[in-house]
């Protein structure tokens, strides 16, 4: 029978009377409902009266009759449009399953539902949408019972005359139990899955090798990133006219390459990129002492820096200790304080804070701070503010270059 020929079909005689006794109440309050309602009262009177016929070019179903096309979309989708889809072949998978196998439970997926359940089919509806289909199935149901899984074709149209007398159409889709056409359905299912893990593959094989050069770029401008900052604060070592230069192998001045060798991190590795820690960490950053002084292990250093390079300006040692008695402490300071004196020829003020003993010398250009407390001991070595930048502005001032223009140049153009 040709897809386009409207057909009839009427329910048993038995049937109907009880299925109008039973649902006309509900039909009342779904009327009053709304738009929705009364679509369903419509649809549903119908199916009550037997006026809904079906037609179609494979009547002894199945779907092996005619042409068909399996494109993996879901049946749920012919509720969220009109498509144009006759043969279109469908999959229907009431509980969604995800990666590796994970089963959702139907909320995942909105359940196709059984509004009226007849000898020919079933008017369905989906969850949430207004559309309402013709399904035709191998098993019986009944009424507001769950869509089986399952592959489902478009055959035709299914018209009915509403009991207001209009003209209705709704699509017809009928299951697919031909043995023949479902091996076919999963062979080409499985040639599509296969193509589409290929294309995966190639999409994440791209993606990972687009990946790996952003990283290799990005790592070759980190690259010369740093070695443009290196270079930048490589601007050579001050020689400055001060009566200490060094202490502990710390000369002031010095530019940073001079001074890494002197740092471990906290693993005690060598550091590699002193010049980057300085700009992320304005300077603060607490290195381990390659060569521990006494109590001293660790160092916080700080470099000046006017635009002509990095230049040390201070170090301060740091020592950490407890459960020490006083006594032994303070012994230490003195000690401390003795070498020092001894070492560089000066004179040291001692001043005595509470728990604390604290040492001080101080000259034009540059101070000596040693403090011992009851958990914790400083040494500071640095330059005065000011003396660096005078040396600075002495080098800017060297590079400046000088105009060397002919007094006659530009006469004629005037």
């Not at 301060?316 to 020829?345: C, H, M, P, R, W």
């Amino acid at each position: 029978m040709d897809n386009e020929t409207q057909g009839q079909s009427t329910p048993p005689a038995v049937e109907a009377p009880k299925k109008k006794l039973g649902i006309f109440g509900k039909l009342a309050a779904l009327w009053k409902s709304g738009v929705k309602g009364k679509a369903i009262c419509i649809v549903s009177a119908l199916v009550i009266l037997g006026i809904i016929g079906a037609f179609s070019d494979d009547e002894e179903g199945g779907g092996g009759g005619g042409d068909w096309n399996y494109t993996g979309e879901y049946f749920d989708s012919v509720f969220k449009g009109f498509p144009k889809d006759e043969g279109v072949v469908y999959q229907h998978l009431p509980r969604a399953v995800g990666a590796f196998g994970m089963v959702f439970d139907d909320s995942y997926l909105p359940p196709i539902t059984v509004m009226q359940a007849t000898k020919k089919g079933n008017l369905v509806e989906l969850e949430d949408t207004d559309r309402v289909i013709w399904v035709e199935t191998k098993r019986r149901y009944e009424d507001d019972e769950k869509l089986d899984q399952g592959y489902y074709i478009r055959r035709g149209s299914m018209e009915y005359e509403t009991a207001l007398g209009a003209e209705k159409r709704v699509p017809r889709y009928v299951e697919v139990t031909d043995k023949g056409v479902l091996e076919k359905i999963k062979k080409q299912a499985e040639e599509t899955a296969a193509e589409e893990e290929k294309a995966r593959l190639e999409a994440e094989a791209q993606r990972k090798a687009e990946e790996e050069a952003r990283q290799a770029q990005q790592k070759a401008e980190e690259e010369a990133r740093k070695k443009a900052a290196e270079e930048a604060a490589e601007q050579g070592a001050y020689e400055l006219d001060i009566p200490i230069k060094s202490l502990c192998g710390f000369k002031l001045g010095a530019p940073p390459s001079q001074v890494r060798e002197l740092l471990q991190s906290d693993d005690g590795m060598p550091v590699q990129d002193l010049v980057g820690d300085l700009d992320d960490h304005y300077d603060r950053v607490t290195y381990r002492l390659a060569k521990p002084f006494r109590l001293f292990t660790h160092v916080t250093v700080h470099f000046e820096d006017n635009g002509v390079g990095k230049h040390l300006s201070g170090v301060k040692l740091k020592g950490v200790f407890e459960n020490v008695s006083e006594e032994s402490y303070l012994a230490e300071a003195q000690a401390t304080g003795q070498l020092i004196v001894k070492k560089f020829d000066i004179e040291l003020e001692g001043r005595r804070w509470g728990e604390s003993l604290s040492y001080r010398w101080q000259h034009e250009k540059e101070s000596i701070k040693i403090n011992f407390g009851p958990e914790s001991a400083t040494l500071e070595f640095e330059i005065n503010y000011g003396v660096i930048g005078q040396l600075d502005s002495a080098v800017k001032e060297a590079r400046k270059t000088t105009i060397a223009i002919d007094a006659n140049a530009g006469a004629d153009d005037l």
